[in-house]
């Protein structure tokens, strides 16, 4: 036969099993796996991109170009050209006045357009409801922040001074997106419109102006504008992502894509259960029928070739729907994300549809292939000895292909090889502990004694021994999947945000001096604001590594060269913190053996190509010190806490000029605490981190919810795994029932056997389920999120009470067809 | 009725088939040798057991012999590999079965043009509805094998058997699954159909009456060939 006639042969063949209702189980499973991989592959895409942009907001654009003097304007003509929106800010230091009150202020004159990302909101009086501004201050007026209106006592409508004329306020400013980067966050604010500065008289070529020119855009058209601007910029200027500005976004965003790995990554192993089960049995209904066509002159070649267009016809149609449907879903979600995020998605790239209905095949082929080749060598002795079993290649061995698939997948999905290394390795160890757990099981069960139904329960249990095992082992997967994204991943998420609490401090202190630390501490006494931590830091420039001179000119990569360029602040401890983790080398703990030692934060360590046993050198106020890495540390900095990039033991810095830095968390509406702080202590430099800090909380909030989508897939591939492996045995059950309502079983009595032995496979497989899903949430957890987490027992309760009741429910609305359909229906169906 | 004077279809020479059971080497066809002669009708009969469907397997080379050779239209059937029989039987051989083997996913019409489809005819749909018809199912052809009695699933096994107009039709106990009346009217239309088509036909029975009607009787005892 042709191959076209063979094709045609494998879509009629196909067409007619559809057409019968051969192929729902089989086909609702792939569809559920690429729908779920699709949507999930969008989650890292366009949700990935949203959460990006919105972190972004905290810079006003995507991307910033900072300078000490006006920009040339072929930077704008070059965004122009790329279709960028650009936005020019100016930001500089001076006197604000009213009557006799003069206060330094951190004036920020914008134009049309801003800002690209984000928003600014205002409201017409202090502590009034505030609204979003569309467009920047008129003319003629300006905003102005809660800290300025008090300290001038000024309010809406009045007039306050700014070099060489009067400006009217139109309204308190209560937010604005790109103050927090960058810019001296210690002064009051005020929010001007650009054209004005001309005539305030203030912007001399001499004074210290920052010009900043804001850009927005699709993230290729960005990265263009980057590549293009990097070898231009002129001295004194520079670039900024977000991730070069806040290592805490960075770091939320980085858990973020991990939250979603591991919900891609259930999803894709509920999913690949769900097609195996389903592939199995549809090869064993097939069993009969290729005998038949051997008999009928069907060469083994022409049924293998059969049936693998056959399955990829059907991999493809049903792969097509779930892209279909992914594609829809994340339609759904973008909406549902859209009006939280209040900016526009960027496109959907076609790339995580094909990728999920890559998956998709790869998982229906890997299933299905090897028991597909075995089917050529079904024996055609089949049609006069039904007792003949099922070939070589239906077995274990069958499912080595499909365990590689997956593996593939979960190592592809989870894009880091730790965690698709410990997801693989408690899967497979649930697995084989499942397994081995039945298989001993039905061993003891054969010595128990009991009623018929006991013993006829047990016999088929045995009979089926590898089939019992596969549906134990299927379910408890599927439990544990279930487990693991409905109570680890509240769990988990409620860690994360524990870790952020609403007094978590939301400004830190620089610069401060030795002498001031206890009228610091008295002042913050007398206001009940409890003051956490102090750190000793000193300042010092790298300048040589490994006893070679460094400078920005080594470096190709621009967060390296600004490293070099600045000064590093250097602390020193006995303890770690918290929220540090030693991820190379050792910490020194208590009595260093040696003072001359650094442990350098992991990132800039990269950024700089430093390693363990490197010497560093540092400059630090005319002196050098040297000293060599012995420990690398991975630090949380979504934490808020004050943490270093280099730290020495006690010993090595000390006689250094050292100030202090330490963080406290400031309660709303009391702003007046800071302006009595700067009073008292001019020489201070607060930041502001609450808005970094309400930008990573809406971070975990779209996590949640990006999390609970997913799980709607997730839900749905649980219930076609349920379903499979009920159906797996659901022929069996038929027929065996039909002997037995023959011999005089009532249908009662048969129902109850049912009920009970789902009930037994349901209670095993939750067990283990909770096991792993227990072990599983804990090594995410403590090796893979850095989260404190420890499941609770409700793992163990919900695993085993849900197991039982889910599965002997399921089992017996599923295995009903057992207990009512007529035994000579089922006779004449067997032939 | 008298032999056929045509040239043989089927040659069986010392057919043997031996079976290791446990530690025990079962013999369950020894040195089995006879003729069917192009046209000719022949029953095998004997008790359970005594190897009449383990013949049939290898008369149809679904099964290997442990010794001895097979004859199909000339052509020595074992020195062929598994898929040199299958196209064999694809040309030359029809099956009916006891349990009738139809595919559950498939229409009758659909069953019986599997065979056509599968030689790669071009015309199996016209072909299917012809003979379906001839067995009296016109109005059956869109149903499935779970929506027809008995008696109409072996029709149109029957009628699969002889779509593709095979010249050795081999039947295993095709009224097993039969009441008598039922039976009764499968077998007439087995041999007419045997008669319009020249088919050789080679049927297993226990029943004495369907085997009168064969021309001649190959009576299995023990795994081997009785005198008859």
Known sequence: MTFVREFALAARLLWRDGRAGELHLIGAAVVIAVAAVT???????????????????????????????????????????????????????????????????????????????????IADGLYGPDRTAREPPAPGTVWVDERLATGLGVTA?????????????????????????????????????????????????????????????????????????????????????????????????????????????????????AISLAARRFLQRHLDG??????????????????????????????????????????????????????????????PALQGVAAGLLLLLGFAMPPLAGLGHVSTLRVLRRELGAPRGMGLAGYLAGAAVIAGLIFWKAADAWLGAYVLGVSSAAMIAAGALVWVLLKLMAGVRGGVTW?????????????????????????????????????????????????????????????????????FAARGIALPRVFPMVRGRLVALNGRRVSPGDYADERARRLVDREFNLSWATRLQADNRIVAGHWWGEEAARKNQFSIERGIAETLGIKLGDVLTYDIAGSTVEAGVTSLRKVDWDTFNVNFFVIAPPGLLEGFPASHITSFHLPAGRAGVLNALVKEFPNFLVIDIAQV?????????????????????????????????????????????????????????????????????????????????????AVLAQKFLNLSYAPGFAVWITGVACGSLGVALAGYLGARKVVNVAPLQVLRSLG | MSKSSAAPIVRAIALTKQVNTGNIRLTILKDVSFEIRAGEA??????????????????????????????????????????????????????????????????????????????????????ARAILERVGLRERLHHYPRQLSGGEQQRV????????????????????????????????????????????????????????????????????????
């Open chain 1, 290 to 351: 290729c005998a038949m066509m051997r008999c009928l002159g069907a060469t083994q070649g022409a049924l293998v070739r059969l049936h693998l267009v056959h399955f990829a016809l059907l991999g493809c149609v049903a792969a097509g729907l779930g892209g279909v449907i992914g594609g829809l879903a994340q339609q759904g979600l973008a909406y549902s994300l859209g009006t939280l995020i209040a900016v526009t998605l960027p496109a959907p790239s076609w790339l």
């Open chain 2, 42 to 127: 022949v029953a095998v009969v004997g008790v359970s057991g005594s190897g009449k469907s383990t013949l049939l397997g290898l008369v149809a080379g679904l099964d290997t012999p442990s010794a001895g050779r097979l004859m199909i239209d000339g052509v020595d059937l074992f020195a062929l590999d598994e898929d040199g029989r299958a196209a064999l039987r694809g040309r030359m051989v029809g099956f009916v079965f006891q349990t009738f083997q139809l595919l559950p996913a498939m229409t009758a019409l659909e069953n019986v043009m599997l065979p056509l489809e599968l030689a790669g005819e071009p015309a199996a749909r016209g072909a």
């Open chain 2, 157 to 228: 096994a029957i009628a699969r058997a002889f779509v593709t107009r095979p010249k050795l039709l081999l039947a295993d106990e095709p009224t097993g699954n039969l009441d008598a009346a039922t039976g009764a009217q499968i077998i007439d239309l087995m041999f007419e159909l045997n008669r319009e088509n020249h088919t050789t036909l080679l049927l297993v029975t226990h029943d004495e009456q369907i085997s009168r009607r064969c021309a001649r009787v190959l009576r299995l005892a023990g795994g081997m060939l009785q005198d008859t």
């Open chain 1, 39 to 121: 949507t999930v592959g969008f989650f890292t895409d366009r949700v990935q991109q949203a959460l990006n942009r919105q972190a972004n907001q905290l810079l006003g654009g995507d991307l910033v170009l900072v300078a000490d003097r006006p920009l040339p304007p072929e930077f704008e003509r070059a965004a122009s050209r790329l279709d960028l929106a650009t936005t020019r800010t100016m930001r500089f230091l001076s006197m604000a006045r009213r009557g006799e009150k003069n206060l330094l202020t951190g004036i920020k004159a914008v134009s049309e357009g801003y800002p690209l990302r984000g928003e600014v909101r």
């Open chain 1, 693 to 777: 800090m309400t930008q990573v909380r809406r971070i975990m909030d779209q996590v949640a919810r990006a999390v609970q989508f997913v799980f709607l897939f997730t839900l749905a591939a649980g219930v076609i795994v349920l379903y499979a492996a009920i159906a797996a045995t659901l022929d069996e059950r038929l027929f065996q029932a039909t002997i037995m309502r023959t011999l005089g079983a009532s249908r009662a009595q048969l129902a109850r056997a049912n009920l009970a032995e789902f009930a037994v496979i349901g209670a095993l497989a939750g067990t283990i389920a909770a096991a792993g899903a227990s072990v599983l949430s």
């Open chain 1, 455 to 523: 013993r006829f329960g047990v016999a088929n249990l045995r009979r089926r021994t590898l089939g019992s095992i596969i549906q134990v082992v299927a379910l408890a997967l599927g439990i544990m999947a279930l487990l693991t994204l409905t109570l680890v991943r509240s769990g988990l998420l409620a860690a994360w945000k524990d870790r952020l609490a609403p007094d978590a401090p939301n400004r830190f202190i620089i610069n401060i001096q030795p002498d001031q630390l206890e009228p610091m501490n008295r002042f």
């Open chain 1, 157 to 273: 409508g009045e007039e306050i001074g700014l070099g060489e004329i009067s400006l009217r306020v139109a309204a308190i400013l209560t937010q604005d997106p790109d103050s927090v980067i960058g810019f001296l966050n210690a002064a009051p604010r005020l929010l001007m419109n650009g054209a004005d500065v001309g005539a305030t008289g203030l912007a001399q070529p001499a004074s210290r102006i920052r010009y900043r020119l804001q850009i927005a855009g699709e993230d290729a058209r960005i990265g263009a504008f980057r590549a293009w601007a990097a070898g231009r910029l002129p001295p004194g200027s520079r670039l900024e992502g977000i991730g070069d500005a806040r290592p805490e976004i960075r770091a939320a965003l980085e858990r973020a894509e991990k939250f979603l790995g591991l919900a891609a990554l259930v999803s894709v192993v509920l999913a690949a259960v």
